[in-house]
Structures are given as structure tokens and as C-alpha cells.
């Protein structure tokens, strides 16, 4: 807690800091600057002119320009310009556009110009039409009146020689300033009255007369006013700066523009108010000015280019270069003695009723923190600051800082973010570190202690947005738990289950009979009525015509509308319907900052952003609430350019349209919106923000296009702007062509038959082979698969399934004819010890050879097989007596005596046989079998590599 010793000697160095300067609080306007980027390629702007259809046209030392919204586009000698210097524009009562060049005068017809011949060649510096529709030409020589003839021409003739300034034509009256003085043309004569009045001579440049009926002349360096009814002029030119362009403009509302080297001063009775670079504008040589048919102003400025002001003159807007401590705005409060109070994120500003900056607080000079976020004035006139960090600092009446409270206080070290006096007077105040309360109502008492409430239904960590007091002295506190409310001495916590779309919540405000909360997500509005403690909610979206559903801000004006501060600007609700503002309308900056918004007494609203400081004042005239004028500014085919009024026969190979609109409101900006149809292709209404559409592939027909525009206002425009044009059908929908393709077409069926009969043979053909082929892959398929099935894979003998088949076969058919066959059994000796020494490749040779070597030794007829393993069987056929078998057995024996190669050496085998002869030995399969195998076992027992028959003893 700092000492009040330190706070008065704090206050007073501050007070002396804050007299040596100059803080004059400087307001700022917004503006947008037209250039090269846009199109507009000179930049040296002589005059500016909107015309009946609400185009705006510049003109340049350079080319004449037209401005539609979006672009410029440039008319030079190429349209029938005479000299690309234009000097002064003006448009005649039929609608044809005027322009007043170093070479002469150019009338427009449609988008191309024609000069005009008035009898006299060189510069014209002006031009101006009457109530009559005569046009005077302020020549080197005079001036040139022409008279209409009714044909479409004019009559021209000089009225007044010499050398002529300030051509300024109103109803039938004609002024203009001649040898150093002024002069009136009523008719066919002239009369001087400037120098009779009271006007000193001089190079007067410019004349105007405003709403009220007042002249105004302008030189370099003087401007006087005539005023209405009186006989003497007066001196004006009291803060006017000098010029070398001089220009006057009046308005309908009776302000007078008076442009300058330094900006443009505006007149309005006693009060002057002014555009320059101090102010906002972007540049300092201001030439011609003009307010358009929605009250937008534009500026030519001489050098760069055009600049229009955003929005209408409602909004002013301060940033840290104009007084402010910080851009970054947190809360605004007019107190009773007309202060105005901003707390920024730099601290605490105090600007007197009369604008200037009063006093500056910062932790520096012992305010309690740098970011204020909330004042309040106390019943006392005393007022009561909410900083971060966590802290209330207490000021005077006359705005010194007397008392800062914080944790000895009772309040945490957390942001304070609103404060609010109950009907007790007592001081609420929350934040991130909970909701506090003074104990006491407050008086001049600097030992003000806080207690920290604990609410029935919201948690200890839970987090305090906004507190409200109610015009019935309800307190209402916005959390991250709910709506709460306290009412005699009871809280009541309101949530989802009550009817709220979230219970994180942000704004509060009371009006209209409701309680309006914002929530904390972007969720939008939610409109309140209680009836006890039943809610009836109502949710206010984008889809209702809010900006953004993200809202930071919920206030009522003097005139009981809404403003709501989102992320994408501010929105007003007035009369049901939602108006929309944000940098196009002169608002400093898009993105507001919480809580920030506030209404005084005169009515005007102050909304804080992250971007600076701005403050709305309803105008004292009512902006005209009509659809924008909508045009078609370009239509592009494939390749050719067309005009609106063109009703163009397109090709098939042409039916592409770029088809370019734009809505003439230029305040309208980004809110601008459009609806078009096709008709003939597409009837119903498509939207869209975007100012072209592209149509490709358009079928035959007949087509108009239409497009409606809609500004900020929401209305449409009653009548559309309109293209027609058709579409041929293709060369091959012609009669000729059909004709051809029929005749073509039957010769080509009656072709396509005779290939179809001979394709039919030749597929039938090619069937036939294919299952000629397919019967032999057949075939070869069973082959292979037969051999699988009955040979042995290694040695290609016949296996076990085979050779049972073939015994099977050869017992039978020996039953039916009573024959013998002999069957042998065959068994490798020491085979284990090959395969376990030299591997399986070698067991795998001396089986093939093996099988080799048994072939041989038996004839084609007799049967060898391989049982698996080692084992073979024969069947010998013929012939079965003994000394047969014998000499075959021996020669299975001896073969083996040879060795069988493998690698490059010989591997030793040998061979036992065992015999069973049919039917002596055994009459069935089973029982040869088992006698071979018996005889074999005898040979392999008495050492094996011989052959043993079987016999009974065995």
C-alpha cells in the first residue's frame, strides 16, 4: 500500500510534467487512398464528378478515369478524348458526360467520347451546366455559352471576354472572377460585385455558393464569405492555409470544403473541423472534393491520387500517436463533469471536457497496475480504478490518485476486469482470482477492506468476466460456471440446464425488459427473460445478421440500440435489424477488446479495440437508405468484349461469358452482396459476394442475365441489370448434316454387317482351334498329372501306387491263364552311411543311378519301381524258372560293383535281392510281398550284395 505523502508527491510532479506539454487530445478519421494498384495510373487529380448512373470519374493530367466499385478504367485519345490533361467535368441534363481538356471539350456517347465543336480552339479550364441545360466552357478567351437546339446540338456563342477564373454556375445564376474582382451573369449581362461589397482585389480562383444561400470566393491565400442577405463580404481565411490549387465545395447540409496545400478545412457555422495529415489523411495537397449520392466524401488530392474518407463522418478514433498510452483500449467511462476516462493497456487517461489530456497514470507514478480494466465512479464523485496486476486504485474528484488497495486490501494478486456500485454502495469487483465485495458502502475512507464471496454453485477455481447492477439493484455476475445472480440476499446460478447454449460467459447487460449475456466461445448473443427462476432464452447468431459470433462487448446507447463489439467489427441493433460497422465504415480497428464499449449522455458510443480508440456520433442528417445502383461493368466472351445494351447472337464455339458487376455504394466496401440468375439456363436466385461469374459451355438458347446488389441496409435493387444474348445450336445440328449423318450412318450399318457375318466365321473358327488347343492342354495336363500320381519324382520309376495297380493286375491276369511271374524286392546296402557322409545330393545320385542300373539289368517288359527310400521292387514277367531269376538277380548284383560317380569320384554300392515266386511261394499279393521281403531280410543278414529266393525254412 503506497503512503499519501508519496500519492500527492507523485500527483504533483506528474501535474507539472503535464503542463509543460501539449496534449491536445487529436482526433483521427480513417481513410482509403486510391492509386496505381487500383488503376488509377496518374495520380495528379484535377476534378471529380459522379454521373446520374453513380459511376465515379476522375480526371487527371493524365487520362480520364472511371471508378465502378472495384476498378478504374482509363479513357484516353484511343475513346475520342482530344487531350489526355482534363481539366474539369460535368454532366448534361440527358445524362452525356462532359470534359473539359487542354485541347478542348469531349461529350461522351456510351463509352466512347466525341469532341465538340464550340468555334474556338485551346484549353478549356471549366465547364458547367444550367437549369435550363445551357453549358458555359470557361475558355482562355471568355466564356462560351451553348444553347441546346433541341436536336441534340448546341449553339455557341461568347457572353463575357476575357480572361476568365472560378466559373461556378447554380439554377440560371452564373459567377466568375475576372481582372482581380468578382462578377455575376444574369443572362446577357454582367455585373461586378465583389469590389462594391467589400472584396479586396485578388486572384480569386474559386467560387461556391453553400445550402444556406451564402458566397464563398477563395484565392491562394484569402477566403471570404458573403452571407446571405447582407451586403459586405467577411474575412474568413482566420486558419485557412494557402493553396496553389484553390477549390471550394459546398454540401447540402451546409458545411463548406476549403481545400489546401495542408489538407482540407470544413466550415459549419462557428465550428471548423479538419482533414490533414494530423488527423489521418494520407496526404497533404488537397485539389477537388466531392460528397456522393450515399455521403461518402472523396478528396483528389494533387500528387496522390483519390482518398475517401471511410464511413460518413460518425466515427473519430484516437491512437497512442494522438494522446492515447497504449492502442490496446480495455474500458471508457464519461463521468459527471464531463471527463473523459481511458484505461488502456499502457494505464490510466484523463482528458478534460474540453479534449485535452488532463492527467496520465502509470505504475510509474503509483497507479496499481499498468493495465486498467475497469473504472467506476463512486457515489462520492470519488472513482475506483481495476487494474492487472491484481488491484484497485482509488482517485479524487479532481482525478488524483489517493489509495491503492490490494492484498492487505482483501484482493488477490489477479486482474481485476469489472467493478460495479450496488444500492448499498458497496464496491464489486472480479476477476481471474474470484468475486470480491467491499465490506462497508464507500466513503472517503481510505482503509477500504474487500471480502472474497463464496458462491453456492460455483467452483473455488472458477473464473469472474463481468458484474452488472440491475435498475432493480439485482447484481449480476458473468463466470466460467454460469449466470449468477443476486437478489435480497440470494444467489441463484444459472447454466445449460437452465436454457443458456454455454455457461462460460462472458458480457452482461440489462435492457429492453432482458438481460443480454455474451458468451465466451463464439456462440453469440443470448437474450434473457426471467419469470421467477425460469429462463426464456433466445440466441442472436450470425445468421441473425451479426458480424462474428464471437462478442466482446454488450452495451445500450442514449436511444435504447444494442452495440455488440465482435472480432470482425461492431454491430447495432436497432429497430429488429442488425447494422453492421467495421473499418470501411471508419472504425479504427475490426477487433474489439472485452468489456470495452461505453455510452454517454450526448448519445455517443466509445468502443475500444486492440487497434486504438473510437467514438460514434449520430449524424444531424439521415443517410439515404436505398439500394445501391447496380451495374454490369464488363462482359467478356471468348474473344470479344460486349456492352450491356448488346444483344449478341453467340456461336457454339463462343458460349463462354465473363460477366463483371458492381454495386455503385462505396461506402457499402465489403459488405456489399449480390444475387444473380441466368434465365433460360438457371432461373433461381444464386448469392454471392464476389463482383463476376463465369458461364461455360452455355447450350443453345436464348439468355438474359440479371444480378440485384444489397448494402449494409439489406435492400435490394428493384430493378436489375440485365444482359441478353442467345446461343446458336452447332454446325452438326444444321438439316444438311443430319441428312448426311442418316445416309452415312446406313452405310455404315450395312458395312458393320458384313464385318459382323465375317467376324462371326472367323470367331467360330478360332473357337473351333481353341478347343483343339485346349483339348490337347488337356491332355498334356492328365499326362502330367498322371505321372505325378503313379511315378516317383526323383527317379522317374513307377512308385508304390503304381507298381500295387501293376502287381494287382499281373496276379489276376496269372490266375485267369495259370502263368508264374516272380516278384523281387531290392534294397541298397550301407545307403544311411552315403547319405549321413557325402549329404543327400550324393543318397540323391546313387538312388538314380540305382534306378538306372536295375532298369538295365531287367527287360522292357518287366516292371521296376521305386517303394520309397532305398527300397525297389520288380516284377519279372518271364521268365520264372530258376535259372532265369538267378541270371537276372546276378546281374542286378554285379552292376552295382562298379561304383556310382558323383563330383568326380565313384561311390561305393552294393544291392540285396530278395524273390517270391507265383504261386509256388504264394498264391495272394500280401503273401508274395511278405515272402520277397523275408528272402530279402535273409540276403541283408548274411551280409548283403546278393540274392536269396525264398523258402519255407526262412
Known amino acids: 500500500m503506497i503512503s499519501a505523502s508519496y500519492v500527492r508527491t507523485v500527483a504533483v ?16 478519421y480513417t481513410f482509403r487512398q486510391y492509386g496505381s494498384q487500383e488503376g488509377l495510373t496518374n ?10 448512373t453513380g459511376y465515379i470519374w476522375v480526371g487527371t493530367d493524365n487520362g480520364l478515369f472511371r471508378y465502378d466499385g472495384s476498378s478504374f478504367r482509363t479513357f484516353s485519345h484511343a475513346d475520342g478524348l482530344p487531350n489526355s490533361e ?18 478542348g471539350v469531349a461529350r461522351s456517347y456510351g463509352n466512347q467520347f466525341k469532341i465538340v465543336n464550340f468555334g474556338e480552339q485551346g484549353r478549356v479550364q471549366g465547364l458547367a451546366f444550367d437549369r435550363l441545360g445551357r453549358v458555359y466552357l470557361e475558355h482562355v478567351s471568355g466564356i462560351i455559352r451553348g444553347d441546346p437546339d433541341g436536336a441534340g446540338s448546341y449553339r455557341f456563342s461568347t457572353v463575357v471576354h476575357g480572361e476568365i477564373r472560378g466559373l461556378f454556375v447554380k439554377g440560371e445564376d452564373v459567377w466568375f472572377s475576372r481582372d482581380g474582382d468578382l462578377w455575376h451573369l444574369q443572362g446577357e449581362k454582367s455585373k461586378r460585385i465583389g469590389s462594391p461589397a467589400g472584396l479586396p482585389a485578388d486572384q480569386w480562383d474559386t467560387v461556391t455558393q453553400d445550402s444556406f444561400g451564402n458566397l464563398w470566393t477563395r484565392s491562394a491565400t484569402q477566403l471570404y464569405e458573403l452571407p446571405r ?6 474575412d474568413r481565411s482566420e486558419g485557412i492555409a494557402h493553396t496553389t490549387d484553390s477549390r471550394l465545395f459546398a454540401d447540402p447540409f451546409g458545411r463548406l470544403y476549403v481545400s489546401s496545400n495542408a489538407g482540407v478545412a470544413i466550415l459549419y457555422g462557428a465550428n471548423r473541423t479538419y482533414f490533414d495529415p494530423q488527423h489521418g489523411l ?5 485539389g477537388p472534393i466531392l460528397l456522393d449520392r450515399q455521403e461518402s466524401l472523396w478528396l483528389g488530392m494533387l500528387g496522390g491520387g483519390v482518398v475517401r474518407r471511410l464511413g460518413h463522418g460518425e466515427w473519430l478514433s484516437w491512437k497512442k500517436q494522438d494522446g492515447l498510452l497504449n492502442n490496446s483500449v480495455w474500458t471508457i467511462l464519461h463521468d459527471s463533469a464531463g471527463r473523459l476516462w481511458v484505461g488502456t493497456s499502457g494505464g490510466l487517461s484523463i482528458f478534460g471536457p474540453d479534449g485535452k489530456l488532463a492527467q496520465s497514470w502509470t505504475t510509474r507514478n503509483g497507479l496499481a ?4 480494466r475497469s473504472i467506476t465512479e463512486g457515489p462520492a464523485g470519488d ?3 481495476g487494474t492487472f496486476p491484481g488491484g484497485i486504485s482509488r482517485f479524487s474528484k479532481s482525478g488524483i490518485l489517493q489509495h491503492n488497495y490490494g492484498t492487505a486490501a482483501g484482493l488477490t494478486k489477479d486482474e481485476i476486469v469489472a467493478t460495479a456500485l450496488d444500492r448499498q454502495n458497496r464496491l464489486w469487483a472480479v476477476g481471474n482470482g474470484g468475486c470480491f465485495r467491499s465490506q462497508t458502502s464507500l466513503d472517503t475512507n481510505a482503509n477500504l477492506k474487500f471480502e472474497r464471496i463464496e458462491i453456492p454453485g460455483i467452483a473455488a477455481h472458477a473464473f469472474f468476466r463481468d458484474v452488472r447492477v440491475g435498475q432493480d439493484g439485482v447484481v449480476w455476475v458473468s463466470s466460467s460456471n454460469g449466470l449468477i445472480r443476486f437478489n435480497s440476499g440470494q444467489w441463484k446460478v444459472f447454466t445449460e440446464r437452465d436454457g443458456l447454449k454455454s455457461g462460460d460467459l462472458s ?14 466461445d463464439a456462440l453469440g448473443i443470448g437474450r434473457l427473460q426471467f419469470h421467477g427462476d425460469q429462463i426464456e432464452a433466445t440466441r442472436i447468431t450470425t445468421q441473425d445478421g451479426l458480424s462474428s459470433d464471437l462478442i466482446y462487448a454488450l452495451a445500450f446507447d442514449s436511444s435504447g440500440r444494442l452495440w455488440a463489439t465482435t472480432d470482425n467489427g461492431v454491430n447495432v441493433l436497432e429497430q429488429g435489424r442488425w447494422r453492421h460497422y467495421g473499418i470501411e465504415d471508419g472504425l479504427i480497428w475490426d477487433d474489439g477488446d472485452d468489456l470495452a464499449l461505453s455510452s454517454d449522455r450526448d448519445g455517443n458510443v466509445w468502443v475500444g479495440t486492440s487497434g486504438g480508440l473510437s467514438r460514434f456520433a449520430p449524424l444531424h442528417y439521415k443517410i439515404p437508405d436505398s439500394p445501391p445502383p447496380i451495374v454490369l461493368t464488363s462482359i467478356q466472351g471468348v474473344a470479344q468484349a460486349f456492352q450491356p445494351e448488346d444483344r449478341p447472337v453467340l456461336s457454339h464455339a463462343q458460349d463462354s461469358l465473363l460477366i463483371q458487376f458492381s454495386g455503385l455504394n462505396y461506402s457499402s466496401g465489403t459488405h456489399m452482396r449480390f444475387r444473380y440468375r441466368m434465365t433460360g439456363y438457371e432461373n433461381n436466385w444464386s448469392e454471392t459476394r464476389e463482383r463476376n461469374v463465369r458461364f461455360a459451355g452455355l447450350p443453345a438458347g436464348k439468355y438474359v442475365f440479371e444480378v440485384v446488389a444489397a448494402g449494409p441496409n439489406g435492400i435490394w435493387s428493384p430493378v436489375p441489370a440485365r444482359f441478353a444474348f442467345s446461343v446458336k445450336p452447332p454446325w452438326w445440328f444444321s438439316w444438311w448434316f443430319i441428312a448426311a449423318s442418316v445416309l452415312v450412318a446406313l452405310l455404315l450399318a450395312r458395312a458393320l454387317w458384313r464385318y459382323r457375318v465375317r467376324a462371326l466365321l472367323a470367331q467360330k473358327e478360332l473357337l473351333e482351334q481353341q478347343v483343339i488347343d485346349r483339348t490337347a492342354e488337356l491332355r498334356e495336363s492328365h499326362r502330367q498329372l498322371e505321372e505325378i500320381a503313379y511315378y516317383d519324382a526323383l527317379t522317374s520309376l513307377p512308385n508304390r501306387r503304381m507298381f500295387t495297380e501293376q502287381f494287382r493286375s499281373r496276379l489276376a491276369l496269372a490266375r485267369r491263364h495259370g502263368d508264374s511271374f516272380a516278384m523281387l524286392l531290392a534294397d541298397l546296402d550301407s545307403f544311411k552311411q552315403t547319405n549321413d557322409s557325402f549329404g543327400h545330393d550324393a543318397g540323391d545320385a546313387v538312388l538314380i543311378e540305382s534306378a538306372n542300373l536295375l532298369r538295365a539289368a531287367v527287360r522292357e517288359s518287366d516292371c521296376v519301381a521305386r517303394l520309397g527310400g532305398d527300397e525297389f521292387a520288380i516284377l519279372l514277367i518271364s521268365p520264372t524258372d530258376p535259372a532265369g531269376i538267378d541270371m537276372v538277380c546276378q546281374r542286378i548284383v554285379e552292376s552295382f560293383g562298379v561304383g556310382i560317380p558323383f563330383n568326380g569320384s565313384t561311390l561305393k554300392a552294393s544291392c540285396s535281392v530278395g524273390v517270391a515266386v507265383f504261386p509256388c511261394d504264394s498264391d495272394t499279393q500280401e503273401g508274395l510281398y511278405k515272402s520277397a521281403d523275408m528272402a530279402l531280410y535273409e540276403a541283408k543278414r548274411m551280409g548283403g550284395n546278393i540274392s536269396r529266393r525264398y523258402c519255407p525254412a526262412l
Open 13 to 28: 510532479r506528474a501535474m507539472l510534467v503535464l503542463a509543460t506539454a501539449t496534449n491536445l487530445m487529436a482526433q483521427r
Open 43 to 52: 495520380l495528379s487529380v484535377n476534378c471529380l464528378i459522379q454521373d446520374h
Open 86 to 103: 482534363i481539366r474539369a467535368l460535368a454532366e448534361s441534363p440527358d445524362g452525356a458526360l462532359w470534359a473539359a481538356t487542354q485541347g
Open 229 to 234: 442577405g447582407q451586403t459586405r463580404f467577411v
Open 282 to 286: 494520407p496526404a497533404d495537397n488537397v
Open 369 to 372: 497496475g499498468d493495465r486498467v
Open 383 to 385: 472513482f475506483f480504478v
Open 507 to 520: 458480457a452482461i447487460v440489462e435492457g429492453q425488459g432482458a438481460i443480454w449475456v455474451a458468451y465466451r
